[in-house]
């Protein structure tokens, strides 16, 4: 199918594209990789009056650090953040997501700011961008704001973005030196979109876990951080018992919905699994005598 005509604008200043979407009032997108609009637009599930294309912008696909905290620009493009050196020694819970991401050919197009942006609630990086405790920089006509990863996602494809707002940053702490992680997902092929995803971040020793971080995507309208599973796991610790009853309070915590890719009980079901998965995963990286 074709889409629907629209006016294109690819600015050189971030300044330039914010005033562009006040021209239309909040009726043009932002087009940042394009592997989910160009195929909505095709699809005609879009209209808008105009895109702006923020390729040409300067300073967009940048990977920096800073204050303990690594910077990546909006227009990053994913391939380049999984071979990114500075990722994978400082967060690499991304890198490992990363791999999860559709096809090497769509993360060579697809970008960081735009995959979280999209807010596609069984996306692994806005799951990792809450497990990691990350936030936004939102430029718009008053400026910059920041807008933490826990208040980003309102719903299904949904954030709280301004209309005229452009997601211009991605910030995430550096996770520690010793910390367990893990990504575990379930889809129906490689590529396909996850129908549950689980992200594990596990602070602590063998025995003891002083700080969990367990966030699930696919089951509801926005990646779900999992508090009391989370909040079992410090309190008893990283025994196998503790894991099992804190996996079965994971599954307990979530409500999805059924679609004809699977059931509210399936994805359940796939919470527990996957949850037990990942955290063996990442308490076993703690086990180890030389980890970190």
Not at 245 to 273: I, Q, Y
Request: proline share 6%; glycine share 8%; hydrophobic share 50%.
């Amino acid at each position: 199918m074709k889409p629907p005509k629209f006016a294109y604008h690819a600015p050189l200043l971030l300044d330039e594209a914010v005033r562009l979407l006040a021209r239309y009032g909040g009726e043009a997108r932002v087009l940042s990789g394009g592997q989910s609009l160009i195929p909505m637009l095709n699809f005609r599930l879009l209209a808008p009056q105009a895109l702006v294309d923020l390729r040409l912008l300067p300073g967009l696909a940048d990977i920096r650090v800073a204050h303990d905290r690594i910077c990546i620009g909006a227009m990053t493009r994913q391939r380049s953040a999984e071979n990114s050196v500075v990722v994978a020694q400082h967060l690499p819970l991304m890198k490992e997501a990363l791999a999860w991401v559709g096809h090497p050919a769509t993360r060579s197009r697809g970008t960081i700011g735009g995959s979280i942006a999209h807010a596609d609630p069984s996306a692994e990086l806005p799951m990792v961008l809450l497990a990691l405790d990350g936030e936004v920089v939102a430029t718009g006509p008053s400026g910059e704001r920041v807008i933490a990863a826990d208040a980003l996602f309102s719903s299904f494809f949904a954030t709280t973005l301004g209309a005229l707002e452009i997601l211009s940053e991605v910030r995430i702490p550096a996770m520690p030196a010793r910390c367990g992680f893990a990504i575990e997902e379930f889809a129906r092929r490689k590529g396909d979109f996850a129908i549950a995803g689980i992200a594990a971040v596990l602070e602590g020793d063998a025995t003891r876990c002083t700080r969990a971080r367990l966030v699930a995507a696919g089951v509801g309208g926005r990646p779900v951080r999992l508090r009391a599973a989370e909040q079992m796991l410090e309190n008893a610790g990283l025994g196998a018992e503790a894991i099992a009853a804190a996996c079965r309070k994971a599954a307990e915590s979530v409500e999805p919905t059924s679609d004809p890719a699977a059931s509210a009980d399936f994805r359940r079901h796939l919470t527990g699994v996957l949850a037990e998965r990942a955290l063996e995963r990442a308490a076993n990286m703690l086990r180890e005598p030389r980890h970190g």
